[in-house]
C-alpha cells in the first residue's frame, strides 16, 4: 500500500508560525511521526509540501496511481478550484485533514471546496487528523 502526504501553504513553517494554534511540532517531526506510524503499519509513504498551488496540483496528479492521499491544503482548501478539479480527476482517495478545527476558526475557514470530492475531512485533532487519515486509508 502506497500514501502520499501532501501538505499546503506555510506548513512548513509549522513549529514557529501561530504556536498557540499548532503548536511547537516542526512539518520535520510531524512527517516523522506519521512515518513511525505508516511503518508500523507495513505502509509505503511520500511526503509532498508546497507553498504553490499548481505544484500541489500536480502532485495529486503524480498520485493517481497511489492507494491513497491525505492533503492538507491549507488556506487552498477554502478556494482552490484548481485543486478540486485534480482530487476529480484522479481515482485515488483522498482525505482532507487539518490540525486546527476549521470550524471553530474564521467564518471564511469554515467552508471547504474540496470537502465534496474527498472521501472524508478530518479536522481539529493535530497530529492524531494525520494518524486517523492514515487508519482510515488503511482499511
Do not use: W
Not at 478556494?79 to 480527476?89: E, G, T
Amino acid at each position: 500500500m502506497k500514501i502520499v502526504i501532501i501538505n499546503g501553504p506555510n506548513m512548513n513553517m509549522l513549529g514557529v508560525r501561530e504556536t498557540g494554534k499548532y503548536g511547537t511540532l516542526t512539518l520535520k517531526e510531524l512527517e516523522g511521526i506519521i512515518e513511525d506510524e505508516a511503518l508500523s503499519m507495513e505502509i509505503d509513504y511520500e511526503f509532498f509540501q508546497s507553498n504553490s498551488e499548481g505544484d500541489i496540483v500536480t502532485a495529486i496528479q503524480n498520485a493517481a496511481a497511489a492507494d491513497g492521499i491525505i492533503l492538507n491544503a491549507a488556506a487552498y482548501t477554502h478556494y482552490s478550484i484548481a485543486i478540486r478539479d485534480a482530487i476529480s480527476a484522479i481515482s485515488a482517495p483522498v482525505i482532507e485533514v487539518h490540525m486546527t478545527n476549521v470550524f471553530a476558526r474564521e467564518e471564511f475557514r469554515r467552508h471547504s471546496v474540496i470537502a465534496p470530492v474527498c472521501i472524508g475531512s478530518i479536522s481539529g485533532l493535530g497530529v492524531k487528523s494525520y494518524l486517523l487519515a492514515l487508519k482510515a486509508l488503511a482499511e
